[in-house]
Nanobody
Framework: QVQLVESGGGLVQAGGSLRLSCAAS????????MGWYRQAPGKQRELVATITSGGSTNYADSVKGRFTISRDNAKSTVYLQMNSLKPEDTAVYYC????????WGQGTQVTVSS
């Protein structure tokens, strides 16, 4: 089992920046990759970005060039740097760690005002 704790959400104006953190604990050696997902009201949860244990990254088209995912293996933490935020980025952001199954964090709210 992997436990995930997200932090860093909040309220920001359009054009601003936020950095989300996701700290993993438990069976972290079994993690294949980690990622950030988001869910806006009335919408399905969607992929934002993922990063493998080797550092390969993948981004949704809607965030390419604005968001950066990174990881600090020593701290077992994954980050999501979000720049040039838009109102449509407003959502609950969830961290996921994939082992033999998916492990989810509790989510952190990001609200971007226009």
């Amino acid at each position: 089992q992997v436990q995930l704790v997200e932090s860093g959400g909040g309220l920001v104006q359009a054009g601003g920046s936020l950095r989300l953190s996701c700290a993993a604990s438990g069976s972290i050696f079994s993690i294949n990759y980690m990622g950030w997902y988001r869910q806006a009201p009335g919408k399905q949860r969607e992929l934002v970005a993922t990063i493998t244990s080797g550092g390969s990254t993948n981004y949704a088209d809607s965030v390419k060039g604005r968001f950066t995912i990174s990881r600090d293996n020593a701290k077992s933490t994954v980050y999501l740097q979000m720049n040039s935020l838009k109102p449509e980025d407003t959502a609950v952001y969830y961290c996921k760690a994939v082992t033999n199954w998916s492990n989810w964090g509790q989510g952190t709210q990001v609200t971007v005002s226009s």
